[in-house]
Nanobody, 114 residues
Framework: QVQLVESGGGLVQPGGSLTLSCAAS????????MSWYRRAPGKEREFVAS????????SYLDSVKGRFTISRVNVKNTMYLQMNSLKPEDTAVYYC???????WGQGTQVTVSS
């Protein structure tokens, strides 16, 4: 069955960096686009970034453009989200999703605080 497992979250100070990973299994990873979403406390889940199956195409939420970078390594069945210049408003649970179908990971908490 499809499994998506996020890791790499944690507590970081404003201006710091984190890299999230999403390990995929149960499907042919290189065939599918993938996405990152997040849910901040008291808010709806929102789209953060997406990447095409080959990795050649990406899209970002305006507020993270220039700070976050989505990438993937298909031979490792893994997607990444490099997050730089983190702000307190980036605090959220981050989820990976297969773009096609309702498949989500369990989420990883990112907290940006001094």
């Amino acid at each position: 069955q499809v499994q998506l497992v996020e890791s790499g979250g944690g507590l970081v100070q404003p201006g710091g960096s984190l890299t999230l990973s999403c390990a995929a299994s149960g499907f042919t990873f290189s065939y599918y686009g993938m996405s990152w979403y997040r849910r901040a406390p008291g808010k709806e889940r929102e789209f953060v970034a997406s990447i095409s199956s080959s990795g050649s195409g990406t899209s970002y939420l305006d507020s993270v453009k220039g700070r976050f970078t989505i990438s993937r390594v298909n031979v490792k069945n893994t997607m990444y989200l490099q997050m730089n210049s983190l702000k307190p408003e980036d605090t959220a649970v981050y989820y990976c999703k297969r773009t096609t179908g309702d498949y989500w990971g369990q989420g990883t908490q990112v907290t940006v605080s001094s």
